[in-house]
């Protein structure tokens, strides 16, 4: 019956982490440092939770279909935008295409990258366009506008998973300017940044910026993302999503996190601090990074071999082999505890 499937889904499909349950299982190891998934490894606070508590009490009952309660705490966090919310970013990416790629339409993707992009677009039955970064992983605007020039989406991740370096802001404005469809620019891991392209949304009407709580707010258990969009394109988002997607659980603890800057300051902190220690101190390049994870040059070695090797020693990080478009000698470590970044340091440095 396989026959039935459609052939967008024989192969590939999206590259999860190893499971820390077996690497302890298979190495013998009782705690394993979990730095492959650029999670913050805090808990979400008691106070954030307990938002959820009263919302699980009314799980009897279909959440708001507008998701009212996440949306107000939006705009009183950012402003007046016109917001939209999904199950992750990943939600929004996969309705944003939903709404906007129809079967033979075009996806241009600044490569290497996250790869869902791309695995979204097929799924639409979109031609995806990679288009490569420069050696230095920045984006050439120029090449990219070219490209991009007849596509309905041209995607930009900033910064980018897996590089870690963002984009300056003149040089997404260029794209903009360039361009006949939407730029989506994945802002995933802004918030460990200095960067704003929030100033972008009042001068173009062809961006859309996506965020998600998974990443400095503690909550990626829960599922919940955001974009910021143009006006014209909000109700036809919501036309063509799944119907409550996001429930009333998340949507009240997603509400609440936004307001707990201690919680994500407290991150972004150790994201600074452990950055700079990670390039002094690992005996490998690492390379700069405006994100929570640094990618590491492992050359002459391989990145499956460096991630199996940290695997032995209960360091979880992620090999970047499966990124197209990337040599296959990089790592990308996540920043997490004090005793799990020391343990990455120690072992890799042993190898
Ligand atoms: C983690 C991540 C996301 C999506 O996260 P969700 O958990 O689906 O909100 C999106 N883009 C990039 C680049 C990411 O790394």
Known sequence: MERLVRDCFRNGGYVFAERPEEIAKRHGISRVAR?????????????????????????NRYPDE?????????KRHFGEYPFVTGVGM?????????????????????????????????AQGATVVPVQRRDDFSIDPKKLSAAGKDAK?????????????????????????AISGVLFLDCAYVEFSDIDYLPLLKRY????????????HSLAGLRIGYAFVPAWLQPYY???????????????????ALFDTEHAERYRAQVSRWRERFRSEVKYPVLPSDANFVMVDVSPSSGDAVA???????????????????????????VGEDW????????????
């Open 35 to 59: 730095l492959a998934s650029n999670e913050n490894p805090d808990p979400p606070s008691a106070a954030t939770l307990g938002c959820g508590i009263a919302a699980l009490h009314q799980a």
């Open 66 to 74: 507008r998701v009212d309660v996440l949306v107000a705490a939006l």
């Open 90 to 122: 990943d939600g929004v990416i996969e309705t944003l295409f939903r709404t906007l790629v129809d079967c033979g339409d075009t996806v241009a993707i600044a490569t290497p990258t996250f790869s869902f992009y791309s695995l979204a677009a097929v």
């Open 153 to 177: 989406v041209v995607v930009l991740c900033s910064p980018n998973n897996p590089t870690g370096n963002a984009t300056p802001v003149d040089a997404v404005e260029e794209v903009l300017c």
């Open 205 to 216: 009407d062809n961006l859309v910026i996506g965020r998600t709580f998974s990443k400095v």
């Open 238 to 256: 919501l036309r063509a999503g799944t119907p409550f997607s996001v429930n009333n659980v998340s949507a009240a603890v997603a509400a609440a």
């Open 308 to 334: 199996g090797g940290l695997a032995a020693n209960g360091v979880i990080v992620r090999s970047c082999r499966s990124f197209p478009g990337l040599a296959d000698h990089y790592i990308r470590v996540s």
């Open 340 to 351: 799990e970044n020391e343990r990455f340091i120690q072992a890799i440095n042993n190898l």
